[in-house]
């Protein structure tokens, strides 16, 4: 059965380690002289960067918002090694398998496209992905999978469905757009999210991690194969 596959980033494929992210951003909006409480106890799991950043400027759509953005990148990149992400187990496993498979894979992530490119070329993760939907255009992460989707029927030349899309996530945030857009949820407890709090949106199925993805996408499909 053909399907797609779409990765988050954050929490789900790997950990840029929190200190340098939360550093990064306060420099920087110190650099422009915002005030800004602590960074350290707010909650960006599942939100896109747009979001984030704008609700840090609170006005978001002005020249502000972009040069902060331009800066967040540049010192990204300037500053990201290998050694500040870690690789979540069944991560590279899960994308072979997927290779194997020639299935589509991309990503659907709330990172500014270019964020997303630093985090995974600095793995050397970035060529697994051939497609994906990013958080520079979108505040809200439902908008993401139809982004995604028609990037998919562009590139591939193929017919999908929403319900052939499999979407994978470490947060609630992640179960609610794969189900908006009528689409198969994989929900991973690897972020900040424990499986107990995440099976209770019920997605498709809750792994303790991307080294179960493989044996559960393997049973997944042969069912759905003896129910067609
Ligand atoms: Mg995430």
Not at 131 to 136: I, N
Not at 158 to 176: A, C, K, M, N
Request: aromatic letters at 10%; a negative charge; charged letters at 30%.
């Amino acid at each position: 059965m053909k399907r797609a596959y779409l990765f988050d980033i954050d929490g789900t494929l790997l950990k840029v380690r929190r200190k340098v992210n939360r550093k990064l951003i306060q420099r920087i909006l110190e650099r422009f002289d915002i005030n800004h409480r602590s960074l350290e106890n707010l909650d960006f799991a599942g939100k896109t960067d747009r979001d984030i950043f704008s609700g840090l400027l609170d006005k978001p759509e002005n020249d502000l918002f972009h040069q902060v953005k331009q800066l967040y990148l540049q010192e990204l990149e300037r500053h990201l090694s290998a050694e500040d992400v870690q690789v979540f187990d069944g991560v590279h496993d899960s994308l072979d398998y997927l290779q194997d498979k020639m299935a589509w894979t991309g990503l659907l992530t709330g990172n500014f496209a270019r964020a997303a490119e630093i985090k995974l070329a600095a793995i050397g993760l970035l060529e697994r992905f051939r497609f994906g939907a990013f958080g520079d255009e979108h505040h809200d992460r439902n908008d993401l999978p139809p982004s995604a989707f028609d990037e998919l029927i562009r590139k591939s030349g193929e017919s999908f469905h929403p319900s052939d899309l499999v979407i994978i996530g470490d947060t609630p945030r992640d179960i609610e757009c794969a189900r908006s857009f009528g689409s198969i949820s994989v929900a991973v407890a690897t972020g900040t999210y424990s499986h107990d709090e995440l099976s209770a949106w019920n997605p498709d199925v809750v792994l303790s991690s991307l080294a179960e993805f493989p044996e559960w996408i393997e049973g997944f499909t042969t069912c759905r194969r003896k129910q067609t």
